[in-house]
């Protein structure tokens, strides 16, 4: 790939390699993890443990590895090797006062973090790359469009995606990369890792799991129609989120009773797989068809994920849904206890019954005290819809809301 995209998370990264002896990248595979880091510090030594014969020597002979590789090291796919941790540890405390002697990156985020916990806490810093986020997109060849068209950027990001490869490859067919990225992705990462038991079963689930997108998770119906266990569907989850392929938005239900619904909702980290496993194809199905909504959604929540990545920050999310009917799509926390609701709609018209949902959260549970809200929709303009929300388009929520940080 001949074009390099500066990535939002690279001032973050370079300030934490000047401060911590470790960092780790971690982000789903495919990301631009690699790509990034040999990018921005082309002095350190590269290992990659995707290499059969380093992954051998890291396992077999992990001091002469790290003697040869130098000072300053780059160490690619460290969750095949988590035995180097202790090792890694080791060298650090001869010297922990210098800073950026080794950069690891993982695409198992449970299972390197917690190597990472046990070895090297207090001595290293933590980051995460996702998939291009519409910023990023736009600084692309032939894509500066997107940020002033927010229907452009929704099609697009689920037509090709937001990995960097079908972004910066036109030519290159979306769906047959995303087919090559489920079949690398079953093989190499899960099945090297995990044990899932039938493939095809699995393949069903994620499939299902793609069409409940933007959805309260319910396992039960899940293992029902893939014909497995709960306690199946339970592990299955646990592994999507560890590969960073999904991500469970949790309900908020702080002091709020029996009243609210305790269940997440799943969203996928990158909407254009959803769109691939749905069986997905052109743009009609896309904007008129049932998944348009959930689709619509999806984006949204994966993009705000993406821009707080960016920063290297971990935002406290939530959805909100009570047993009456009540709900609203994100709560965003902070800063301190303050609830910033919003509602995604996809509709380049909303009115101003979009705006009841917030209207009834914030008169329900006014002791929380929530700020005014928002509709994040496909408008290109902004203005007020009542005392309780505005209108956002979904660009200016991006810009205003989630990258520069919400109002104080």
């Known amino acids: ?57 890291a396992l077999q002979d992990p001091e002469l590895l790290l003697e040869s590789a130098g000072p300053r090291v780059i160490i690619d796919e460290i969750q095949y090797a988590p035995s180097l941790l202790p090792r890694l540890k080791m060298r650090v405390d001869r010297n922990r006062a210098k800073p950026g002697q080794f950069i690891l990156t993982g695409s198992q985020q449970f299972v390197l973090m917690k190597g990472l916990g046990e070895t090297l806490a207090g001595r290293i810093g933590l980051l995460e790359l996702m998939p291009f986020g519409l910023e990023e997109k736009t600084r692309c ?13 929704f099609v697009d ?57 933007a959805q309260t998770l319910n396992m039960s119906s899940l293992a029902s129609e893939t014909g497995v266990a709960v306690n199946t569907i ?81 935002p406290r999310l939530f959805f ?29 018209t909303p009115r101003l019954e979009m705006a009841e949902p917030i209207r009834q959260f914030r008169e329900l549970f006014a002791a929380l005290k929530p700020e005014p809200g928002a509709i994040v929709s496909l408008a290109a303009v902004s203005r007020p819809l009542g005392p309780d929300a505005r209108l956002l388009s979904f660009v200016e929520f991006l810009a205003e809301v989630v990258s520069k940080g919400l109002p104080s």
């Open 1 to 57: 790939m001949s074009t390099y995209i500066h990535r939002l998370i690279e001032p973050v990264l370079k300030e934490m390699v000047g401060q911590f002896p470790a960092v780790a990248l971690t982000g789903p595979r495919q990301s631009g993890k690699s790509t990034l880091l040999q990018k921005i510090f082309p002095d350190y030594a590269y290992l990659t443990l995707d290499d059969p014969l380093l992954l051998q020597q």
């Open 141 to 153: 060849p032939g894509k500066e469009h997107l940020a002033a068209e927010p229907r452009a950027a």
């Open 157 to 213: 990001a689920c037509l090709r995606g937001s990995y960097p490869e079908p972004v910066l490859q036109p030519k290159l067919s979306a769906t047959r990369w995303y087919g090559a990225y489920v079949r690398t992705y079953l093989e190499r990462d899960i099945r090297s890792l995990y044990d899932i038991g039938n493939l095809r079963e699995f393949e069903r689930f994620l499939q299902l799991l793609a069409a409940r997108c």
């Open 234 to 314: 339970k592990r299955w989850i646990s592994i999507l989120e560890a590969c960073r392929i999904i991500y469970l938005l949790p309900p908020y239900y702080n002091n709020l009773g029996k009243r609210i619904t305790k269940a997440p909702k799943a969203y996928f980290l990158d909407v254009g797989l959803v769109y691939y496993l749905t069986g997905l194809r052109d743009q009609a199905h896309l904007l008129q068809g049932p998944l348009a909504g959930p689709l619509f959604e999806n984006f949204c929540v994966q993009e705000t994920l993406k821009a707080f990545a960016a920063r290297g920050e971990s």
């Open 320 to 348: 909100l849904r009570t047993k009456t009917g009540i709900e609203v799509d994100l709560l965003i926390e902070g800063p301190g206890p303050r609830l910033h609701p919003f509602e995604f709609k996809l509709s380049a």
